[in-house]
């Protein structure tokens, strides 16, 4: 059994930036690879960046440029950065991973992008 639990998001004027922080338990998190995802009103869930256990990392391309994931393996936690925030980066944010064949989400934490 695998827990996800998300945390800093909020409000940011356009162009400010935030960290998201997803903190796990159970597992054997080095081996995961971790995802972020965001899911807009009206929107389906969609991937913002992935890191794999070993590192490797991969973007939406509407935030290439200006967010970053990072993992901690001591801390068992993984980050994203998002800096020059943009309106539509409003969501709700979702820390995921596999484990064992199952998934397992984060409760999502919510980024409201506005002045």
């Known amino acids: 059994q695998v827990q996800l639990v998300e945390s800093g998001g909020g409000l940011a004027q356009p162009g400010g930036s935030l960290t998201l922080s997803c903190t796990t338990s159970?597992?054997?998190?080095?081996?995961?690879?971790m995802g972020w995802y965001r899911q807009a009103p009206g929107k389906q869930r969609e991937l913002v960046a992935g890191?794999?256990?070993?590192?490797?990392?991969n973007y939406a391309d509407s935030v290439k440029g200006r967010f970053t994931i990072s993992r901690d393996n001591a801390k068992k936690t993984v980050n994203l950065q998002m800096n020059s925030l943009k309106p539509e980066d409003t969501a709700v944010y979702y820390c995921?991973?596999?484990?064992?064949?199952?998934?397992?989400w984060g409760q999502g934490t919510q980024v409201t992008v506005s002045s």
């Open positions: 995921h991973t596999n484990w064992r064949g199952l998934t397992y």
């Open positions: 159970g597992g054997i998190f080095m081996l995961f690879a």
């Open positions: 890191i794999s256990s070993d590192g490797m990392t």
